[in-house]
């Protein structure tokens, strides 16, 4: 069984850049499909970033195209976040699904994502 575990969160101001990391145990991430969602109080969880494995691509929100880069490893999934806003506070949540026939990732169905990560905070604030 594939566990995600979310680290990296934190306080910063705005402007400023966090990276966080989501570590996969229990099986391979090979033919995963791997995201990040994120949750602002109030409000639905919603798509950041997404990749599918086998180098097949990538694809992030409008909220976080130029800003954002997803990318990963052997056995970590990453999110470089920089020129935080306010707007950008949520918790943040890594998602994963086994995708061995490479379908393009999507950010809209989060039904697909199988596999949940406890999340971590990020705080944009001054």
């Known amino acids: 069984q594939l566990q995600l575990v979310e680290s990296g969160g934190g306080l910063v101001q705005p402007g400023g850049s966090l990276k966080l990391s989501c570590a996969a145990s229990?099986?391979?991430?090979?033919?995963?499909?791997i995201a990040w969602f994120r949750q602002a109080p109030g409000k639905e969880r919603e798509g950041v970033s997404c990749?599918?494995?086998?180098?097949?691509g990538t694809k992030y929100a409008d909220s976080a195209k130029g800003r954002f880069t997803i990318s990963r490893d052997a056995a970590t999934v990453y999110l470089q976040m920089n020129s935080l806003k306010a707007e950008d506070t949520a918790v943040y949540y890594c998602?994963?699904?086994?995708?061995?026939?490479?379908?393009?990732?999507?950010?809209?169905?989060?039904?697909?994502?199988?596999?949940w990560g406890q999340g971590t905070q990020v705080t944009v604030s001054s």
């Open positions: 229990g099986l391979s991430l090979d033919y995963y499909t």
């Open positions: 998602a994963a699904f086994r995708n061995p026939y490479l379908a393009p990732c999507s950010l809209v169905s989060k039904g697909l994502y199988t596999i």
């Open positions: 990749l599918t494995p086998g180098g097949v």
